[in-house]
């Protein structure tokens, strides 16, 4: 039986994994959609991950929402060739995105987090829908590009959240085992305390009066050179992961 590349992925993960999906033909495209799966049907789901299994020395640097648009963090991803992920919230943003545009001119990916940042976990299916594929939409016709990757608000999620976002085309529901507080610590959800390697990294938006974006990040970065890891790019190392996984390696 013939296994797309996502639900392999699910194999390759140590953590939350559910499956694999792939696009519906029309969800995130604007044409005709095909009807969402039963209550139940938990095939074609996507993985959920906080961490990926990697032997290269990389750690995945992610950031929520959209609200710090500090103009020293471009020049930082440019000048340090920072592949980042930028999960954003359209509300959030606002009219902002003409900055996210220049991010991602230097290399930043920009991916799904919601249209409201609205706490998905037992919303209905027609609501949860609405928020992850309106905010596909809100990209596409912004950048042109469909992400592939979605974080819930809050890092909540149930079984609906995973069907919603297989129908708007995401291939993983991306969490994070570290989080950089306001003063610069870490913070685990699971596991030892201490970077290592494949951890996904969430940098929040900061509050009014705390270092600013650059300079959290700057000092993320001196740690991750500390221990002997750099900064990788997400997307592609999950995809690495799949392909590892469907050809037997």
């Not at 992920?85 to 799904?112: E, I, K």
């Not at 950048?143 to 959240?161: I, S």
């Not at 129908?167 to 994070?176: E, Q, S």
């Not at 969430?202 to 993320?220: C, F, I, Q």
């Amino acid at each position: 039986m013939r296994r797309t590349a996502a639900a392999v992925l699910c194999a390759a993960l140590l953590t939350g994994c559910a499956g694999g999906a792939g696009e519906r033909p029309g969800a995130a495209d604007g044409r005709a959609q095909d009807p969402p799966r039963a209550v139940g049907d938990t095939r074609g789901l996507p993985p959920v991950v906080d961490h990926v299994p990697t032997r290269e020395p990389v750690v995945f640097l992610t950031y929520d929402d959209g609200a710090e648009r500090d103009p020293r963090f471009i020049d930082l991803v440019r000048e340090r060739r920072l592949p980042v992920s930028m999960f954003l919230t359209d509300s959030v943003v606002g009219p902002g995105y003409g900055h996210f545009a220049r991010l991602r001119a230097v290399g930043a990916s920009l991916q799904n987090h919601t249209l409201d940042h609205a706490a998905l976990r037992g919303l209905p299916y027609a609501g949860q829908r609405a928020e992850i594929c309106g905010q596909q939409h809100k990209l596409r016709s912004r950048f042109g590009v469909t992400p592939r990757l979605f974080r819930p608000p809050y890092g909540t999620y149930d079984t609906t959240t995973l069907r919603a976002a297989a129908d708007c085309g995401i291939t993983a529901v991306v969490l994070w085992r570290a989080s950089l507080g306001a003063d610069g610590e870490l913070t685990y959800t699971r596991g030892a305390r201490g970077l290592r390697a494949g951890d996904i990294v969430s940098v929040p938006s900061g509050d009014t009066g705390s270092p600013t974006l650059s300079e959290r990040t700057g000092r993320l970065l001196r740690e991750i050179g500390e221990r002997g890891l750099r900064v990788g790019r997400l997307e592609d190392h999950l995809e690495r992961a799949s392909v590892r996984r469907a050809v037997g390696n």
